[in-house]
Every structure is written in structure tokens, then in C-alpha cells.
């Protein structure tokens, strides 16, 4: 590349590089591994029926709340500008070491988009007595099902993806 740039008569600009955060996705059902996804911007869990989806929220295996939504969105800061985004969530730095949560189109007007540190645990449970399944997409694809009595676990992984800026 230099040697190219030498000929052109350019110099070399410094480079920087940037690690941004990825999320690992583990779904399972009790103790069983179904799948486990790695992504770089979101993992999206949304209603796949006509139904609001019921899902349980948890941080670290505490309860935080039942959604009562369209769906749930889990960001990294680098996904924070795309699907987060538009439905309403924050833009987050991506220097900022956080995982973001933003609901798509919450039933109470009291579940707002939050900021988690990054060594947090959260969890999505679909209840047994959901009224209906959810449908779990990782960066929009690998569409899957979130039965009832399912669990997708969403937390940071340990291998950052490094970008030249």
C-alpha cells in the first residue's frame, strides 16, 4: 500500500483503530442450548403474530419488568444508530461501553430505551402463558422462533470486532 501511495505521490495518513463492541446471543430452552449468535449491531425480538408479544425482562437474573410490546431491541453502541434508533432508543457513542435496550412500540408509556454497562447479563423470556410466540433476528437476519418457556440470554462478547478508522 505504500509503495502504491509513494507512486501516486500521497502520503500515508496516521490510522487509528477502533474495537467495537459485539453482542453473543445464546437462545435456550431450560438448560438447552438451541443457538448461539455472535452480532454487531442488534439483537431484535419482535411479535411474530397479530398479538402483542409478553415478554420478561431480566439484568443478572433480576426481574426489571413484563414487556407488553411490539418487541425489544438489545444494541450495541455501534447498532445504537440503526434499528434502536428509529424506534426511539438512544444514540450511544460507540467509546461508550453499553448495551442498549429499547422496546418498539411499548403498550405503557413508562418503558423507556435504558443504557446497561457492558458486563451485564440480560435476559428475554417468552412466558408459557404468552399469548402468542416472538421472533428473534440477529443484525436482521437469522430469523427465529422465541417459543413460550424460551430464553434468548444477550450479553457482550469477549472478541470485539477492530475497524481501521
Same mark, same amino acid.
Given at each position: 500500500i505504500e509503495a502504491s501511495l509513494k507512486a501516486t505521490g500521497l502520503t500515508?495518513?496516521?490510522?487509528?483503530?477502533?474495537?467495537?463492541l459485539r453482542l453473543k446471543c445464546t437462545?435456550?430452552?431450560?438448560?438447552?442450548?438451541?443457538?448461539?449468535?455472535?452480532?454487531?449491531?442488534?439483537c431484535a425480538i419482535s411479535r411474530s403474530g397479530d398479538s402483542l408479544t409478553s415478554l420478561s425482562l431480566c439484568?443478572?437474573?433480576?426481574?426489571?419488568?413484563?414487556?407488553q410490546a411490539d418487541g425489544i431491541i438489545l444494541a450495541t453502541p455501534?447498532? *445504537? $444508530?440503526?434499528?434502536?434508533?428509529?424506534? !426511539?432508543?438512544s444514540v450511544v457513542h460507540p /467509546?461508550?461501553?453499553?448495551?442498549?435496550?429499547?422496546?418498539?412500540?411499548?403498550?405503557?408509556?413508562?418503558?423507556r430505551s435504558m443504557v446497561f454497562p457492558d458486563h451485564v447479563s440480560l435476559s428475554i423470556h417468552c412466558?408459557?402463558?404468552?399469548? *402468542? $410466540?416472538a421472533t428473534i433476528t440477529y443484525d !436482521?437476519?437469522?430469523?427465529?422462533?422465541? /417459543?413460550?418457556?424460551?430464553?434468548?440470554t444477550v450479553e457482550m462478547s469477549?472478541?470485539?470486532l477492530a475497524t481501521v478508522c
Open positions: 500515508p495518513s496516521p490510522s487509528k483503530v477502533s474495537l467495537r437462545h435456550t430452552r431450560g438448560s438447552k442450548i438451541l443457538s448461539t449468535h455472535t452480532c454487531l449491531n442488534e439484568c443478572d437474573s433480576v426481574p426489571l419488568t413484563n414487556v455501534t447498532g *445504537s $444508530t440503526a434499528y434502536s434508533m428509529a424506534a !426511539g432508543g /467509546g461508550v461501553a453499553g448495551l442498549c435496550v429499547t422496546p418498539i412500540c411499548p403498550h405503557v408509556l413508562s418503558f412466558p408459557e402463558e404468552s399469548r *402468542s $410466540t !436482521g437476519r437469522n430469523r427465529t422462533e422465541l /417459543g413460550r418457556g424460551e430464553t434468548v469477549e472478541y470485539p
